[in-house]
């Protein structure tokens, strides 16, 4: 009834899609150091990803979980509590609704170079190529994501924001059958998109130096 009230009055309009000029594929790495007035070094790496509406998104999302949702994510327990290469690393994507970026940032603890940083990342990548994630950390990952996503819910003004968005992306009744496409993923799909997406060719990387004066 409030619905109606506030809303009901404004008039359907079609809204015109956008049709933007696809980006060519990516072929060879591209690197970029710069130096700049900060107090810590830092490592910026982009991988280029599939758009929302693609049939590997969630995958990705997985992924980004896998690397560093919460302390138990691999790069935070492996790279800065085990080995201590850097003081803080996050892995996530753009979640854009064209094709994105997946993103992994991270500072180097002190003595660490960023190459080091650099190399360290891409053996915990290359993992992900070379061996499926076992079932109890997969589902370790569907389980938070599923809790999370129930407990985002549970207020009127996220179950509002949620069905507006999926109202955009397909029709709001997809919102209900979002955690059941994450507890479909397989460990097999994440290898096969991990060995297809976390390569240099497929990467830009960033160098954000100190400056030195």
Request: glycine letters at 4%; hydrophobic letters at 35%.
């Amino acid at each position: 009834r409030l619905t109606e009230k506030w809303f009901g009055p404004i008039p359907r309009r079609e809204v015109q899609e956008r049709n933007l000029p696809q980006e060519p594929a990516q072929t060879e790495q591209r690197r970029l150091t710069v130096e700049r007035n900060v107090p810590l070094d830092s490592l910026f790496m982009t991988f280029r990803m599939s758009d929302r509406f693609s049939p590997d998104y969630h995958a990705f999302d997985m992924l980004s979980d896998i690397l560093s949702n919460g302390r138990s994510g691999r790069l935070r327990q492996r790279l800065v509590q085990e080995k201590r290469i850097f003081s803080g690393i996050d892995a996530y994507i753009s979640g854009s609704l064209d094709p994105g970026l997946f993103y992994i940032t991270g500072k180097p603890a002190t003595g660490i170079t960023l190459e080091q940083a650099e190399e360290a990342v891409w053996e915990e990548l290359n993992l992900l190529h070379q061996e499926l994630i076992e079932a109890k950390e997969l589902d370790k990952v569907k389980n938070k994501f599923e809790s999370t996503w129930i407990f985002g819910n549970t207020s009127y003004l996220n179950i509002a924001t949620n069905l507006a968005w999926f109202e955009l992306l397909t029709c709001a009744e997809d919102m209900l059958y979002e955690v059941d496409k994450y507890r479909a993923i397989t460990a097999e799909q994440l290898r096969r998109v991990a060995a297809e997406t976390f390569i240099p060719e497929n990467s830009c990387v960033l160098y954000y130096k100190h400056e030195t004066i």
